[in-house]
């Protein structure tokens, strides 16, 4: 069965749920499982036909690993002058940079054209860096990136990267409310930033269905504090538990596909519960190759540089600077209040015809044009895991740990009813 035919049956079960009347009492039976909607009986339920991904030890290719630099109170889009350049920070972006990106930079240039500038420098190739010389660019202005490592030599390059805009990027209690504000507006821009380059030859932007699979229902996640827990981030500029993480996803619901629990019979996994999601992702390679040719084309220099102080950014020739170099401020700027959170991934040879993701205890797995990512996320640490460790040599032992967790749901997999 092809994906045409399978998504207007799970539209059919959204609008059926959105109707309301007799449809109401289903939702309030279901009031247990609120992490998704159930379709409800339209026409004689089938399977889709996935293939499944193979995940033995032999599949794997690589390995990455990088550290995530998360900022207590958000992003750093602060301004500052040395000597008489007017600098603007664009870095802390935690592990949403690839999903704040377009935001981010829309912010940043506007704050650079207040004093009308017909030329900016930025400070950093990754995916921040660069996305905002492209924004400068398209905004009028003549841009040189400085930088020590071009975007596939960045953390950038070695990320996740889907679209989870609120992925550890700040804590609640310093970001404050007003950050809330400020996000949503960067995550509406970006997600046009996204729409925009979706379709593009080599496929920079997807939107693929993603299985969160579960042995019992599935709950919301919450995210209570623990009594037993004394203190917070204060203390030692860490956080102590998973409740003081900030998040804001409920408020882009609009944006975001609504996920669907699929019925017994549609469901083509040996577990007794799955729920069905569109989820968007970057392929990084042509990513970066797109954004590469845009910034050429439009007259972008490249400098190769390593800086060593803020004050060299004084001595640049441009008085307008967007510092974008990531997790590297805190040594650069000195800026103390990043701290790191480490993160892995395993790649798989790529998988054209399974191309779908898939999540199952502490595994998950999503299918890239070059490769299947496969990252171990221990549920019960959630966005604590990795909190305070800068270590960015990777260990292949979790990863092959969670592929062993999946290779019996790859080999129990059911094909069309
Ligand atoms: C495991 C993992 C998974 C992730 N998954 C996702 C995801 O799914 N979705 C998502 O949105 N985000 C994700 N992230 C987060 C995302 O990768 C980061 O937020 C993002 O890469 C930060 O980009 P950046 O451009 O600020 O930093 P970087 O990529 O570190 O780039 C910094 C740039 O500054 C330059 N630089 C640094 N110091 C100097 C200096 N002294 N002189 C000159 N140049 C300098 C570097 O060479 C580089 O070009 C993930 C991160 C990790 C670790």
Not at 29 to 57: D, E, F, I, N, Q
Not at 220 to 235: L, M, N, Q, V
Not at 278 to 284: I, L, P, Q, V, W
């Amino acid at each position: 069965m092809s994906r045409q035919n399978w998504y207007p049956q799970a539209n059919l079960a959204r609008r059926e749920m959105l109707r309301g009347g007799a449809a109401l009492g289903a939702v309030g039976a279901l009031s247990a499982c609120t992490a998704g909607k159930v379709a409800s009986a339209g026409p004689a339920p089938r399977r889709p036909y996935l293939t499944p991904m193979r995940v033995t030890p032999d599949q794997l290719i690589d390995m990455k690993c990088c550290i995530r630099p998360v900022r207590a109170a958000g992003p750093n889009l602060g301004t500052q002058m040395i000597g008489d350049t007017l600098v603007v920070h664009n870095y802390g972006h935690g592990g949403s940079g690839w999903s704040l990106s377009w935001g981010s930079a829309e912010v940043a240039v506007g704050k650079a054209l207040s004093v009308l500038p017909s030329e900016i420098a930025v400070v950093g190739c990754g995916i921040i860096g660069l996305t905002t010389a492209v924004v400068a660019q398209r905004a009028g202005l003549k841009v040189t990136i400085y930088t020590r490592d071009v975007i596939q030599r960045t953390r950038s390059f070695r990320a996740h990267g889907s679209f989870t805009p609120d992925s550890r990027v700040a804590l609640s209690a310093p970001a404050g409310a007003g950050f809330g504000d400020l996000w949503e507006q960067m995550t509406r821009l970006s997600w046009k930033g996204f729409r925009s380059m979706l379709g593009l030859p080599g496929d920079p932007v997807v939107f693929q269905d993603a299985y969160a699979l579960s042995d019992a229902p599935p709950v919301k996640k919450h995210h209570d504090a623990d009594p037993a827990i004394k203190g917070a981030w204060e203390a030692g500029g860490l956080p102590l538990q998973d409740s003081e993480w900030a998040h804001y996803m409920d408020r882009i619901k609009d944006l975001v596909p609504d996920p669907v629990m699929l019925p017994t019979a549609e469901n083509p996994f040996p577990v007794a519960y799955t729920r069905r999601s569109s989820e968007m992702h970057f392929n990084f390679p042509s990513y970066a190759h797109h954004l590469l040719t845009e910034f050429y084309q439009r007259g972008g220099l490249m400098v190769m540089r390593d800086f060593n102080d803020p004050s060299q950014y004084g001595q640049l020739k441009e008085k307008v600077v967007i510092n974008a170099t990531g997790y590297a401020a805190r040594d650069l700027w000195r800026d103390k209040t990043v701290f790191p959170v480490r993160g892995q991934t395993g790649w798989l040879v790529p998988q054209h015809d399974a191309p779908y993701s898939l999540r199952y205890k502490n595994a998950s797995l999503m299918a890239k044009n070059d490769g299947i990512v496969v990252m171990n996320n221990p549920i019960d640490l959630g966005e604590m895991f990795g909190v305070g460790d800068s270590m960015e040599l990777p260990d292949p032992a979790p990863i092959l740990e969670v592929m062993k967790i999946v290779e019996p749901i790859m080999a129990g997999m059911k094909g069309i009813a």
